[in-house]
């Protein structure tokens, strides 16, 4: 399993309430084409900021009333509307691909912080909207947890993001811990990197952790996928660890074997 907030996206979850399905299905299928626009196939930036700009006006078209002009906004429309979602979400989703295209590299910690915001907060956001849970503070928790398990992707695929000459480690981290962008390059595990690493582990585990009382709060089906995706998050951590971070050459994933773990863990969780 990949942790990031499309693969963990609950759109065939036997946890999901089958009459929330085709709202989940309809909100995957924007984020993921939109997505895709911004990283799939070999379209020049221009390109794919004309198309990513196009997805905006077909957000406006369902902001002012109007009919969509494609299948794909017109069952997006549909869900907005039964299910009273706001577009803000949207729109943040939309703001984050298209970073993607032209933004490559990140100074600051609260730069990153800021992307994941907008490229994986809204996921959680339109989730509790669509259970009616969006409260203020269940949305805080979300957003927490969103935004750590983006940030483990990113630990988790830092040998795939650089073909795609991106690197999402912060620039002043790197600078902190005296690693270059050769480590990256080369694969070079030493000291240096594996300070980096544990630090960086260690603060997506605080964010996500921290989080933790919302997957307890959630009631029913909600509560028990959210266990889940937060034990999937820490255990990928673990298996960072247990490689000793060298993401080159042993790229972190769950196996069968981790489900009957993470289900022991999200059971536990009520009892901790």
Not at 118 to 141: F, I, K, Q, W
Request: aromatic letters at 8%; glycine letters at 4%.
């Amino acid at each position: 399993m990949s942790v990031n907030h499309y693969e963990n996206f609950p759109v065939a979850s036997l946890l999901l309430p089958a009459p929330l399905r085709p709202a989940v299905r309809a909100i995957y299928a924007f984020a993921r084409s939109a997505d895709d626009i911004a990283d799939e196939g070999d379209a020049t930036p221009e390109d794919r900021l004309r198309a990513l700009r196009a997805y905006e006006a077909a957000l406006d078209l369902i902001e002012q009333g109007q009919p969509a002009e494609s299948a794909l906004f017109q069952t997006l429309e549909q869900t907005i509307a039964s299910h009273r979602l706001p577009l803000t979400p949207f729109r943040d989703l939309l703001s984050a691909f298209k970073q993607d295209v032209v933004t490559t590299r990140y100074t600051q910690f609260g730069d990153l912080l800021d992307y994941c915001r907008r490229s994986a907060n809204p996921v959680g956001c339109l989730m509790l909207h669509l259970y009616g849970e969006a409260t203020t503070l269940n949305l805080r928790d979300s957003d927490a947890i969103c935004s750590a398990l983006q940030l483990i992707n990113f630990w988790q695929d830092v040998a795939i993001d650089w073909p795609k000459a991106r690197i999402y480690l912060p620039l002043e981290d790197l600078q902190r811990f005296g690693v270059t962008q050769a480590h990256i390059a080369e694969g070079i595990v030493d000291h240096a990197w594996r300070r980096l690493m544990q630090f960086e582990v260690q603060r997506a585990r605080t964010m996500m952790t921290g989080a933790k009382p919302l997957a307890l709060r959630l009631p029913g089906r909600i509560g028990w996928e959210l266990r889940l995706v937060i034990q999937g998050g820490l255990r990928i951590l673990e298996r960072l660890e247990a490689v000793d971070y060298d993401v080159f050459r042993h790229r972190p994933k769950l196996n069968k074997a981790d489900w009957i773990l993470l289900a022991w863990r999200a059971v536990r969780m009520g009892h901790a």
